[in-house]
């Protein structure tokens, strides 16, 4: 069996020196696609030099929250032509670090929102499926996705943060990346939602270079330590290792249906 990483920055400046290494590892150990969302679109040209060059890796356009300014239409459209081209995103609502001024929050929340909804009528406009980013915007989140029928095209809910409002999404065509966070030994709260998640939208990732699973906490993540995501849901179901890849991988394939020519 084979599991797919469906969200790793390999284009972040922290794989710069040994990008190749770390695809042939996680290769090497049958990590056998990636998905590189758009984030800053800086970065873009990089992703697209990996995907041509590995036929395993894919890549996403989109602009994080934390980037929202930085949105541009023209970028957008130049690069979801490409074949290896396969998803919208990472897009959504961060309400982590919001200004503490009144107007200054105001004005980063409304931006935000716009740029959230302005890519999720790209994604329906040229029917790629969304990646998702929410941390401390369920409310918000869910209801735009809603709002604006997201489900049309359906996605992801990266990294999700088990809220269980949001488990409801699933009916809408989305599924759930389930990361490193899940071996945090501070990880209670998902570890009681995840059970509750469809198993059949249940997606792998890592969000490398960020959020490695334990043990290996504090140093870089990458996508071999998908693996260890894939014990850890193993051991909470209590089903196999392999049973796990073989289900989160036909997930993965039915989202992002590039997939479906690996094996």
Do not use: W
Not at 211 to 236: C, D, M, Q, W
């Amino acid at each position: 069996m084979i599991i797919i990483d469906t969200h790793c920055h390999l284009d972040n400046e922290q794989y710069y020196e040994d990008i190749d290494a770390v695809i042939k590892k996680a290769l090497d150990s049958n990590v056998k696609g990636f998905l590189i969302p758009g984030a800053d679109p800086k970065d873009l040209p990089r992703a697209v030099k990996l995907a041509e060059k590995y036929d395993e890796v894919y890549f996403a356009v989109g602009v994080h929250p934390y980037d929202a300014r930085a949105y541009d239409i023209e970028i957008m459209k130049k690069y979801v032509t490409h074949p290896k081209c396969i998803a919208i995103g990472e897009c959504g609502l961060d309400y982590f670090r919001l200004p503490e001024d009144e107007k200054e929050k105001e004005e980063e929340l409304a931006i935000q929102k716009d740029i959230f909804i302005k890519q999720i009528e790209f994604a329906k406009e040229v029917k790629k499926p969304l990646i998702v980013h929410v941390r401390n915007a369920s409310n918000d989140s869910k209801k735009i996705l809603l709002d604006y029928n997201a489900g049309d095209v359906g996605g992801v809910l990266h990294c999700f943060n088990a809220d269980e409002q949001l488990l409801t999404l699933a009916k809408h065509n989305f599924y759930f990346g389930i990361g490193g966070v899940l071996t945090f030994k501070n990880a209670r709260k998902l570890i009681q939602v995840f059970p509750k998640i469809p198993k059949e939208k249940i997606i792998i990732e890592t969000d490398g270079p960020y959020l490695t699973p334990h043990p290996h906490r504090g140093k870089r993540n990458e996508p071999f330590y998908t693996t260890l995501v894939a014990s850890k849901i193993s051991e909470l179901l209590e089903i196999s290792v392999e049973e796990v890849e073989e289900f989160t991988t036909k997930n993965a394939k039915t989202l992002f249906k590039e997939f479906s020519n690996i094996n």
